[in-house]
């Protein structure tokens, strides 16, 4: 690991995670107290206008994550492939789509068990998009560092929404035999 800069930075990431998810939780503990004893006062009416304004976690009929967590694996794999081959365009145009779903998610209100999976994906899957499109024309661009930091921001996005036993990997095939990612 002395030698390994790319462990020192999925571990840093992982650290990071852990704290921001931590602090999350207890910033959390601390609203539901607040709106606990706000609900428990004589402001009961003031309480349900203003909890009437904020956005409430969509209904699982409403919104099938599975749906959207598949779209994003297709386009997972497909960019891969698009950046095996260099393909610029092809790279961006992946990396909107995958921006797409995820922002589709984050916007959601999901929370499932208890834990807040449109929040993970908004500070956890879309920072990460948005710092590999960052990185795209730059002399510090690594197609294969940003990636693989990706696939690893998804399994821990994964483990934090308690669903530790989806794990992504880079792909070993073509999703696909009858499209070209060469540019």
């Known amino acids: 690991m002395k030698n390994n800069p790319l462990l020192w930075v999925i571990t840093a990431l992982l650290a990071a995670s852990t704290v921001y998810l931590f602090l999350e939780i207890n910033h959390l503990r601390e609203e539901n107290k607040s709106c606990s004893e706000k609900c428990n006062s004589a402001q009961t009416d003031s309480f349900l206008t203003t909890a ?3 956005a409430k976690p969509i209904d699982e009929d409403e919104i099938e994550l599975v749906h959207y967590m598949t779209r994003i694996q297709v386009f997972h794999n497909k960019l891969y492939f698009a950046g ?5 365009k092809l790279i ?4 909107h789509e995958i921006e797409e779903e995820m922002e589709t998610i984050a916007e959601a209100g999901i929370i499932d068990d208890e834990v807040h999976i449109s929040d993970n994906m908004k500070n956890l899957g879309l920072e990460q998009i948005h710092s590999f499109q960052k990185t795209l024309g730059t002399p510090e661009y690594n197609f294969k560092k940003s ?4 696939t690893v921001t998804c399994n821990t996005c994964h483990t934090a929404s308690k669903h530790e036993f ?3 990997k880079t792909p070993t095939s073509l999703p696909f035999s009858n499209q070209e990612f060469k540019p």
């Open 52 to 54: 009437d304004t904020i």
């Open 84 to 88: 095996m081959e260099n393909n610029i």
């Open 92 to 95: 961006e145009f992946y990396l």
């Open 147 to 150: 990636y693989d930091l990706l």
């Open 166 to 168: 989806i794990k992504i």
